[in-house]
């Protein structure tokens, strides 16, 4: 069963991670929040939940929102066979949440592990940013009527809490 928004907010705190809370009107994607002109501070992001030609293997990539990814030349750099888009009865049978609402946060939904995180290197690794565990990812908390601005530390906490390793990898764009 998925967990609910007041569960992921509990772990939040008992982990003492702070986070801003915005609210506003359902954004199915990226593009959305450039439609009603919203706009908060931090890295804003697309999330694809993809699989391998066979449907064994589940990723979740995260990337910039503007970011055109060239699923042919992922596949290959991974070694991975055909990735493509998984269905929205997948989204929701691994990581518990519907079309649009989708973030790194649902893999609190996923604690058998069976999707693997991969964050692209071009938005995870900034080594010009002093700062860089400061900076604010943009991340649906199961509902794409909210935003929550997490900090990068608070999500590296996240990670270690459900022993996640994520791939960083170089993400080939179009």
Not at 35 to 56: M, Q, S, T
Not at 72 to 79: E, F, H, W
Request: proline share 5%; glycine share 4%.
């Amino acid at each position: 069963m998925a967990a609910s928004i007041e569960e992921l907010a509990a772990l939040l705190s008992q982990l003492n991670i702070d986070c801003e809370k915005v609210t506003h009107p359902p954004l199915a994607t990226a593009s959305a929040a450039d439609e009603i002109a919203l706009h908060r501070p931090g890295v804003r992001l697309k999330n694809l939940f993809l699989r391998d030609n066979y449907g064994r293997r589940h990723f979740l990539l995260i990337t910039a929102h503007d970011a055109l990814v060239d699923l042919k030349a992922l596949s290959k750099a991974q070694q991975v066979s055909r990735l493509g888009f998984a269905s929205d009865d997948r989204l929701l049978r691994y990581l518990g949440v519907r079309p649009g609402c989708v973030s790194m946060l649902a893999l609190m939904n996923d604690p058998q592990q069976e999707v693997e995180l991969w964050l692209d290197a071009a938005i995870w690794d900034d080594s010009q940013n002093i700062n860089q565990d400061e900076t604010l990812y943009h991340c649906h908390p199961f509902d794409n009527e909210q935003t929550w601005l997490m900090p990068k530390a608070g999500l590296n906490s996240l990670f270690k809490h459900w022993q996640r390793q994520p791939l960083v990898l170089p993400v080939a764009k179009r």
